[in-house]
């Protein structure tokens, strides 16, 4: 691989715009730098939430969910290229019904809350939401694959799962929307 990074400040990017991989120059405001900022920002938070206390198998299967993302990045970097495979996408589909299978059957919406690391979870899918408008977005100017958009929508749901795992992993629960709640703060006024 080499010394691919030898020099960080380049100062090609004063002007307003940003190298892509295959060696052509587009708009840092492009609509596919930023999906690939999205994209980035969202493995920064997998990150994040990786220091957090967890079961090792889920460490492990997050630390491949990264190195996915950096192929998707990596997709988006490059026009016309093909890194984000059926596989992957289907491998996320496993995760999910893995660890939705033994959690209880959800009657009321919840609130992103709960311990720190199911909170960060919920950051990861919120990211994870911009990431896909912005790739749909993306789409609708270039011709983009598929199986970005399909690979950031499963991700988004696994994030939801993973959050209320993670709430059990701590010793808690899913923190529940209280419909009533609001009912009862406007008799109080």
């Known amino acids: 691989m080499g010394n691919r990074l030898s020099k960080i400040a380049t100062r090609t990017g004063d002007d307003g715009s940003t190298g892509l991989g295959d060696g052509s120059r587009t708009g840092k405001d492009s609509a596919r730098i930023a999906a690939l900022?999205?994209?980035d920002e969202l493995n920064s938070f997998v990150g994040l939430l990786l220091c957090e206390d967890m079961p090792p198998a889920l460490r492990e299967e997050l630390v491949t969910i990264q190195h996915d993302l950096f192929d998707l990045g990596g997709e988006l970097c490059i026009p016309g290229y093909?890194?984000?495979?059926?596989?992957?996408v289907a491998r996320l589909d496993e995760l999910l019904a893995k660890y939705n299978a033994d959690l209880p059957m959800l009657k009321e919406f919840i609130l992103p809350a709960g311990s720190r690391a199911a909170s960060l979870a919920h950051v990861c899918r919120t990211v994870c939401r911009r990431a896909e408008r912005s790739i749909v977005?993306?789409?609708k100017s270039e011709t983009i694959n598929a199986q970005p958009r399909q690979y950031v929508n499963r991700l988004s749901d696994l994030m939801f799962v993973l959050a209320r795992v993670l709430n059990r992993f701590a010793g808690g629960s899913d923190v529940l929307w209280q419909h009533e709640r609001k009912r009862g703060l406007e008799s109080a006024s």
């Open 82 to 88: 093909q890194l984000i495979t059926d596989e992957q």
């Open 137 to 139: 977005a993306l789409a």
């Open 37 to 39: 900022g999205d994209v």
